[in-house]
């Protein structure tokens, strides 16, 4: 049987087959008036769009060992379901891993000199002046107090924003550090726009309008010598599309 894009799939449907990448696994318990037992809930995404996958009982063993990132192959009727449609196995239904995903990097096994891309949720933030000096002419931070740039001598000091906070990704948290460019998109304000607020009224106004959620962090996993730890350099934040995620997954599959 050949299978349909996922933006294709439509309630009524008895026997809609697609393939797509798993999201997010939800297993829980549920219990009311028809009895009792498990209930298995994945979001299944193509280059075209995502949908739900809702497993009952004795089904859920065909998706055993599955995890976010393999792709699945699924057969089943669409029902109407609270947030769209829902594909559900019946009789005549199945569902199969058909390829595995590349293992996903966790926090819990990063190690100092790892340069890793995870996807993570920024949890906190640490409420500090984030202003430091730089060398207006190339960026570089003048330390020490004094405004002198290696390159460029004695120079009138520019200013740029770090930031620091917390990442975690449900196996482990870790401090992470935002210069520039990151702790303005994180802050959600440029350098100039942050020294007036924090001016204006403080450097509480400026962390209310912080960006908290899920992203990918692009960067290299430090030791902090001073704490004695080791923290996560952001040194790119993209956006979490699951999507242009999938369409990746894919298009590497099928080559
Ligand atoms: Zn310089």
């Not at 349909?4 to 439509?10: D, E, G, H, L, P």
């Not at 060992?65 to 379901?81: S, T």
């Amino acid at each position: 049987m050949q299978t349909i894009k996922i933006c294709n799939v439509i309630p009524g449907m008895m026997n809609a087959e697609i393939i797509g990448i798993i999201g997010k696994i939800i297993t829980k318990e549920y219990s009311g008036k028809k009895g009792s037992g498990k209930l298995c809930s994945l979001m299944l995404t193509d280059e075209t769009g995502s949908v739900r996958v809702v497993l009952w009982n004795d089904e859920i063993s065909r998706v055993e060992g599955a995890k976010e990132g393999d792709a699945l192959r699924v057969r089943g009727f669409v029902k109407q379901g609270m947030f769209g449609p829902e594909i559900m196995l019946g009789k005549e239904g199945f569902a199969e891993v058909t390829e595995r995903g590349p293992d996903k990097i966790r926090i819990a096994d990063l190690r100092e000199g790892h340069k890793p891309d995870v996807r993570a949720a920024l949890v906190w933030l640490f409420e500090s002046s984030p202003f430091y000096d730089i060398c207006p002419k190339c960026g570089v931070s003048l330390k020490g107090g004094e405004y002198k740039c290696v390159a460029h001598g004695e120079v009138q000091p520019g200013y740029a924003l770090r930031v620091s906070g917390v990442i975690d990704d449900g196996t482990g948290s870790m401090r992470c550090v935002f210069f520039k460019e990151n702790a303005e998109r994180i802050l959600g304000a440029d350098a100039e726009k942050a020294k007036d607020i924090v001016l204006r009224k403080g450097v509480t106004e400026l962390f209310k309008n912080a960006q908290l959620r899920e992203y990918i962090f692009s960067g290299r996993v430090r030791k902090n010598a001073i704490f004695d730890r080791i923290e996560f350099v952001v040194d790119k934040i993209n956006e979490v599309d699951p999507v242009k995620e999938a369409k990746q997954m894919l298009s590497r599959f099928s080559s």
